[in-house]
Nanobody, 125 residues
Framework: DVQLVESGGGSVQDGGSLRLSCIADNLTFGHHCLGWFRQAPGKEREVVAQIFGGGGTPNYADSVKGRFTMTRDSAKNMVYLQMNGLKPEDTAKYYC???????????????????WGQGTQVTVS
């Protein structure tokens, strides 16, 4: 079974940094999109960044462009989200997710993702 497990969340001050990690056990990276999503209290879950496991550059939500960087290490089945310049409005539970993709188009909606981790909390104050 595929399992996604996030880590690296925590509490930081405004302007601080955090690095989230996600290990995707038993996932064939080259055939999947991987994404980071977040859900703040009282709000819907939203996409943060997406990347094709087989290569290419990530897609970012406008709200995080220039501050967040998503990377992948296919040899380790890991994806990362480096978050710099954190703001209080970034406070949310962050989720790692994956979906099958053959052509490498990883700019989809949250509803398209079928595999999800349990999430890790990020709090910025």
């Amino acid at each position: 079974d595929v399992q996604l497990v996030e880590s690296g969340g925590g509490s930081v001050q405004d302007g601080g940094s955090l690095r989230l990690s996600c290990i995707a056990d038993n996932l064939t990276f080259g055939h999947h999109c991987l994404g980071w999503f977040r859900q703040a209290p009282g709000k819907e879950r939203e996409v943060v960044a997406q990347i094709f496991g087989g290569g290419g550059t990530p897609n970012y939500a406008d709200s995080v462009k220039g501050r967040f960087t998503m990377t992948r290490d296919s040899a380790k089945n890991m994806v990362y989200l480096q978050m710099n310049g954190l703001k209080p409005e970034d406070t949310a539970k962050y989720y790692c997710a994956a979906r099958y993709e053959f052509y490498g188009n990883c700019d989809g909606r949250e509803s398209e993702y079928t595999l999800w981790g349990q999430g890790t909390q990020v709090t910025v104050s």
